[in-house]
């Protein structure tokens, strides 16, 4: 069954520094989001991406992240300055269409020291 | 107040019973989304669904868009089905993003 896959699954960084955090979504969907989960609490979202272009942020994606689909395959997050309430889970997720179900990466465990 | 309840918070079960999950939503969705997160994180799909209900293996999901609520049913219930399950939404207007609950975690004894 294809898989959405997430590198790393477990990432150190110390505050003030930049980290990518790197997806790869499944062939043919066309959207793709990052969401994450700070320990103990509920999912949140962060962005949408499709056709090129973020689609849709919360109010948690400020000028300290960015997203990007260099190559096609791969779909990044960038945190340029971490701090240290970043220190969360962050899950990819891909999906076909909009309103169709989504698939889920197993997560990059961002710890920020 | 959440957009998305779950209740309970917690359950611990024995292996074989039978199962219920519970969600309410406040807000107008166009899908709700079952998913099971297990310990190691990684989340897992179970069931999208707009109306009426489905069913894959021993899972059962229900909806009921009047009274804003849905359910998952685990019948047969078996140790390997701990873990948190979660109910999320997909709002009316346009907006791609899911709106999660926190979550319900299931312990199933053997």
């Known amino acids: 069954e294809p898989e959405v896959t997430q590198t790393p699954s477990h990432q150190v960084t110390q505050m003030g520094q930049e980290v990518i955090l790197r997806c790869v979504p499944i062939?043919?969907?066309?959207?793709f989001y990052w969401y994450r989960q700070i320990l103990g609490q509920k999912v949140e979202f962060l962005v949408s991406?499709?056709?090129?272009?973020?689609?849709?942020k919360s109010e948690i994606f400020d000028d300290q992240f960015s997203v990007e689909r260099p190559d096609g395959s791969n779909f990044t997050l960038k945190i340029r300055s971490t701090k240290l309430e970043d220190s969360a889970m962050y899950f990819c997720?891909?999906?076909?269409?909009?309103?169709?179900?989504?698939?889920f990466g197993s997560g990059t465990r961002l710890t920020v020291v | 107040k959440n957009e998305v309840e779950q209740s309970p918070q917690n359950l611990t079960a024995q292996e074989g019973e039978f199962i219920t999950i519970n969600c309410s939503y406040s807000?107008?969705?166009?899908?709700l989304h079952w998913l099971q997160q297990h310990p190691g994180g990684g989340i897992v799909s179970l069931f999208m669904?707009?109306?009426g209900k489905k069913k894959h293996g021993r899972l059962i999901a229900t909806i009921n868009i009047q009274e804003k609520h849905s359910s998952l049913h685990i019948t047969a219930s078996h140790p390997r089905d701990s873990a948190v399950y979660i109910c999320?939404?997909?709002?009316?207007?346009?907006?791609?993003?899911?709106?999660f609950g926190k979550g319900m975690k299931l312990t199933v004894n053997p």
């Open positions: 997720a891909s999906s076909f269409n909009r309103g169709t179900s989504y698939t």
């Open positions: 062939s043919n969907h066309l959207y």
């Open positions: 991406f499709y056709n090129n272009e973020i689609s849709e």
């Open positions: 807000v107008g969705i166009s899908a």
């Open positions: 669904l707009s109306s």
């Open positions: 999320a939404v997909a709002t009316q207007g346009g907006s791609e993003k899911l709106v």
